[in-house]
């Protein structure tokens, strides 16, 4: 009947305890010690366990945001290959190394943009590595009435090459062009890194005469900085009543050969690029900061751009996270959105993109419709801005690349605003992650010290302000809205409020907070020797740190936490240090039990040359306090170990179980499982019984499936329509999909 999976690291009495080491950066002359704390009905957070003696442990750090690293992007435009025709269902190898000043070594990954025109039949094209084998995957599809242009971040063989296949039977003419690169090893030069967005419309409808240019600036507009920025990831569209091509370059650079896009009359077209920021030059002494948007034809055309991110100068403040190309693969493979309907895509684990969250992926997106509309990518959770991702076009197969930031139950959303159905084929193409993590803060400063640990790849930096709050922060997934509020005043303590109330968590802390520019808040320590920091977290939950000065500094820290009625604190039971968040719940037969909400996992403490240390916690109604034991300690070799300072200190917290669920584990519905799910009585009763059938779930846990029987029910009918499967995430209860021909869909 029903597979299941578990996953955890260590399960006693039904707990989980999954790990997730951490260590410091490399250059930091401190001392870390964090205490990973979960609050009620909150994400269990990965820490590593607690010694019982000093320990050494290795860094696994980034470099320094000002140093060269392999995956940074480095900015070039060049033609690869010139107008060459491709013969029907062919492959040919290209040589990119060395091409289009692309550099002649060590070549990562290169931003790609395709354009081809069919001879005399329609087809499509596929580009991937020499290393790999050929994917299922589409880099883009072409037609006969005018060229198609289509951007992808494609991996690059060792040897420096590509492969193309022309899948149509006929043959097809082609241009290469390139607009930037990685590089497997570190550069001579440092490059940039990528931080995405929110897609942002920064020009929109605005016309562009016959052969003209218009200069377009960036930096500034929200959510792109005014500075630090080398170039932008954005979204073109296109719409004239005559024909030609449009290109998208920084200022200051000659006119590039290769057209962003080539538009029909009265059509919608769209690509992505990635469009350097202009500098002076002899060609320009005005282009700094601007971007060229260039139609050459003889009608005016009207442009729209949206950003979904964008690339860091080198020595840029804000720190975003490296490029990771991939072996193209088919995620989702042509699924039917309705008109007016969207679909959400689980991306994480798929495609070789990885399980943790990274900051954003690269997608291609192939659509087919009987009539004409505009498809938007969005992360899940976020409101859809509408802008568009894929134009497509009756009777015409179309490809488009973008990047998406992943929204927080791993998922982003595919909406069809078109008033016709549409068949979508999504393929992984990149993701970003891995970021280069050193401080971004000015050094030796509080901030520095903490970035330099936690890194800032998960720090929410899409935060408002209010007149009591430095820092406010949203996350929206689907299991409702987590709104994290970090005070102006340290005495206001943090505030993290879901659909299931509100957690209030006190600070060891004074006076007022200072925002670092990657979203770290200071506040001075309540007594001299330490002070606190918060860090709100992309996933809706938030860091609160402690940063010890020296050896004088106290080694206890107390946290006074404000549950909802009816829930506390106690000391867990297995002697791990752990501390467990229960509500007691009057079952069925009337029995009084205590139920697991959440659990606030074992401290930690790491020292710069990474060393772990000792760190417990005690309970006192309804305050945490964290202990922290530096005392030298002998190791295996007769060396007396001492901690060297400072010293940082991690409790996390984010609401995000549904009630009883925080347990994990996962089960696959086949299809006429999925068929069956469509009826809320069915997972009353039977979806009961499977439940109670994964190891660690007690009855009273399970029977919180009767309370969520609607929502999943839904989700059935939805993904049983989509020629999918249904599966169920615990501890979150989250339904996602599984397309067919995954694991037990069948």
Known sequence: MFRHVRRWAHAAAGR????????????????????????????????????????????TVGATATSAAAGQWHMVRGRIMDNVEVAGNTTVTVTVAGKGW???????????????????????????????????????SYGTDNYQANLVIT?????????????????????????????????????GTYVPVDPTQILNNVTVAANSTYRMTPLGQSPVPSSGVQAVSVSVTALSTGTGTVRVYGAGDITPADATLDYAADTIDQNFAIAKIGTNTLL??????VVNINNFGFSPVTISVAVTGYFTSGTASTTGALVHALTPSRIADTVSIAAGDDFALPVLGQGGIPTSKPAAVGLNLTADSAGAGV????????????????????????????????????????????????????????????????????????????????????????????????????????????????????????????????IKVGLPATGTGTRSVTGTVVYPGSQSGYSTAVQPTDDGGFRALVTLDGSSSPTSYDFPVTLPAGVRMVAGDDSDGTVDIVQDVTAADGTT???????????????????????????????LTLHVDLTPVTDASGTTVSPTFPVVADPRWKWSCWR??????????????????????WISNTLFEACTMIPGLAGAICRALHWYSSYLAGRATRYYAWGGCLKIVLPYGIAQYQQRGAYNCS
């Open 102 to 140: 692309l550099p002649s070594s060590n070549l990562a990954s290169v931003a790609l943009n395709i354009g081809a025109e069919g001879r005399s039949t329609t087809g499509s094209l596929k580009v991937y590595s020499t290393d790999d084998t050929e994917p299922a995957s589409t880099a883009m």
């Open 284 to 289: 320009d002494s005005a282009g700094a900061g």
């Open 375 to 502: 498809i938007t990518v969005s992360s899940a959770g976020l409101t859809d801005t509408g802008f568009n991702t894929v134009a497509y076009h009756a009777d015409a197969p179309i490809s488009t690349f973008t990047t998406a930031r992943v929204g927080c139950s791993g998922q982003v959303v595919l909406t069809n605003t078109g008033s016709s159905a549409v068949t979508v084929s999504v393929d992984a193409y990149a993701y970003f992650g891995n970021p280069d993590t050193t401080a971004t803060s000015a050094d030796g400063t509080t901030a520095a010290t903490v970035e330099n640990v936690t890194g800032v790849s998960d720090i929410n930096q899409r935060t408002t302000s209010d007149a009591g709050n430095v820092a406010v922060s949203s996350c929206t997934d689907d299991m409702g809205t987590n709104t994290v509020e970090v005070p102006r005043t340290a005495s206001s303590g943090v505030s993290l409020t879901s659909m299931y109330g509100t």
């Open 660 to 681: 009883v669920f925080c347990y994990k584990g996962t089960l696959y519905l086949n299809r006429g499982e999925t068929a069956n799910a469509r009826n809320a009585g």
């Open 593 to 623: 039990e205590a139920q697991p909400l959440g659990v606030i996992e074992e401290p930690w403490a790491t020292d710069a040359a990474g060393v772990s240390w000792p760190a417990t916690y005690t309970v006192n109604g309804s305050t």
């Open 16 to 59: 989980i305890r999954p790990v997730r080491p951490r260590t410091p950066r490399h250059g930091l002359t401190g001392m870390v010690a964090a205490a990973g704390v979960l609050g009620a009905m909150l994400v269990p957070l990965s820490v590593p366990a607690t010694a019982t003696a000093a320990t050494t442990t290795t860094s």
């Open 155 to 191: 991996k690059v063989g060792a040897d420096g090459r590509i492969k193309l296949v022309n899948t149509g039977s006929g043959a097809v003419r082609v241009y290469l062009d390139d607009q930037g690169y990685t590089l497997t090893t570190a550069g001579s030069t440092v490059g």
